[in-house]
């Protein structure tokens, strides 16, 4: 069993940046594959990074060269940077964690890029 809980949304300006932390509770952070997802009102939930157990990363098209994520096992931590934010990357960001067919999820933060 996995608690996930999201920080370091809020309110941007376009351009600006943001880190989000996900802070995991509970055994075996480290054989976890963590992702971030997000969702924009009226949208469905959409995968944003993922970093397998191994570092392994991944990124979708509208956040590569932008997003970075990274995670740190001794701190049961995985991280997303964001920088030059836009507008259309207003959504609420959630944390996920998968392994051996358990899934997980955090409540999720906002981050809201707009002048």
């Known amino acids: 069993q996995v608690a996930l809980e999201e920080s370091g949304g809020g309110l941007v300006q376009p351009g600006g940046s943001l880190r989000l932390s996900c802070q995991a509770f509970?055994?075996?952070?480290?054989?976890?594959?963590m992702g971030w997802y997000r969702q924009a009102p009226g949208k469905e939930r959409e995968l944003v990074a993922r970093?397998?157990?191994?570092?392994?990363?991944n990124y979708e098209d509208f956040v590569k060269g932008r997003f970075t994520i990274s995670r740190d096992n001794d701190l049961s931590t995985v991280y997303l940077q964001m920088i030059s934010l836009k507008p259309e990357d207003t959504a609420v960001y959630y944390c996920?964690?998968?392994?051996?067919?358990?899934?997980?999820w955090g409540q999720g933060t906002q981050v809201t890029v707009s002048s």
């Open positions: 996920n964690a998968e392994w051996a067919g358990r899934v997980y």
């Open positions: 509970g055994r075996l952070f480290s054989f976890y594959n």
């Open positions: 970093i397998t157990s191994s570092g392994n990363t």
